[in-house]
Structures are given as structure tokens and as C-alpha cells.
């Protein structure tokens, strides 16, 4: 029991640290009297006080060099796609479709013919479609995944069926993959 009163202590005094090396110009201290604490009263004393700005911070340790500025075009009043393609252009699509489609290869390999699940390689636009669909789920929550596909009335959600099968979805989640496994880094 002495050891979590001690780590109690220990992350207070750390707390403490951090509020006052925090930078803004006041602090919230909080002292304890821990002779006070003997004859049975915890007393606590919660002042503000003024910590002195007068120095000046502290200067990075590297400096920036270059020229800041956006370095690509959106049109004015852009849409949202033409900034997300900015990040997902198609080199960074075909990437992830090559990968997705090795690593599906090297997991189905492993497995005996009779246990295999259906796949089909993906394309760029499956890709594409399958992130669309992500985006989508964070915008409308649902507590299952399943349910975005659900057929009942209380539940349905025909944009995600007309766009994708789920059973397909769900290949490309359990496939999705970034960088070979194969190389070593």
C-alpha cells in the first residue's frame, strides 16, 4: 500500500511540474503542510501565483531554412476530394492496391485450398471506393459494421450495398497492407 501512496505523490509533484513549466503567466501551486498532517488536518493551501516571463524561450534546436508556403494548386473554393487526392494521389493508391493484393496473395498461400475466402485482386478504384466507404462510416455511426449493409428498414443504408458488397469490403479490410513483408527495413 506504501508503494501507491508514493507513485500518488509522485505523479501530483509531476503534475505540478508541468503547470508551472507550462509557459503562461500564472500557475496554480498546491502546497501541503504535512506537519499539519500529524495532529490529524490535511491543510491545503491553493494559491495562485505570477511566474515571471521576464526570459525569453528557449530557441529551437534546428532552424528552418526553407521558404514556407503552400507548395500545390487548389482552385479557390476547392472541393474537399481535390485536397484529399492531394494525399491519396494515384502513385499512393497503386501502392496500397500492389500491397493489398501481395500480402492477400502471401496469407491465401499459407492457407489449404478448402478453407481459402473468395478474393479477387483489388484495383485502384476498389481502393478508392473502400476508403470513400471508411470515410463515410465516420461520418455515419453505426455500432457494427455489418449494419451500414443491412437490408431492414430501421437500419438500412442503400448507398453502401449499391457501392460495394460487404463480403468485398470486408476482404479488402482483412487484405489492407502499406509495405511488403518481405522486405526488411
Known amino acids: 500500500m506504501a508503494s501507491d501512496n508514493e507513485s500518488d505523490v509522485s505523479d501530483m509533484e509531476f503534475q505540478d511540474e508541468d503547470i508551472e513549466d507550462s509557459g503562461s503567466e500564472s500557475s496554480f501551486s498546491e502546497d501541503t503542510d504535512h506537519d499539519s498532517e500529524d495532529e490529524g488536518e490535511s491543510s491545503r493551501e491553493e494559491a495562485w501565483q505570477e511566474l515571471d516571463t521576464s526570459c ?21 473554393g476547392g472541393s474537399v476530394l481535390q485536397y484529399l487526392e492531394l494525399f491519396l494521389d494515384d502513385e499512393v493508391i497503386g501502392h496500397i492496391t500492389n500491397e493489398t493484393n501481395r500480402y492477400a496473395a502471401q496469407c491465401l498461400s499459407e492457407k489449404p485450398s478448402s478453407s481459402r475466402p473468395q ?31 443491412s437490408r431492414r428498414r430501421i437500419l438500412v443504408m442503400p448507398f453502401f450495398g449499391d457501392t460495394m458488397l460487404y463480403w468485398r469490403f470486408a476482404n479488402i479490410r482483412q487484405y489492407l497492407h502499406f509495405s511488403n513483408n518481405e522486405e526488411s527495413l
Open 56 to 76: 525569453p524561450p528557449a530557441q529551437p534546436r534546428f532552424y528552418f531554412q526553407g521558404e514556407s508556403s503552400v507548395n500545390f494548386e487548389v482552385a479557390p
Open 119 to 149: 478474393w479477387r485482386d483489388t484495383s485502384a478504384a476498389d481502393i478508392r471506393v473502400f476508403f470513400a466507404l471508411l470515410i463515410l462510416q465516420s461520418i455515419i455511426r453505426k455500432p457494427d459494421q455489418e449494419q451500414y449493409w
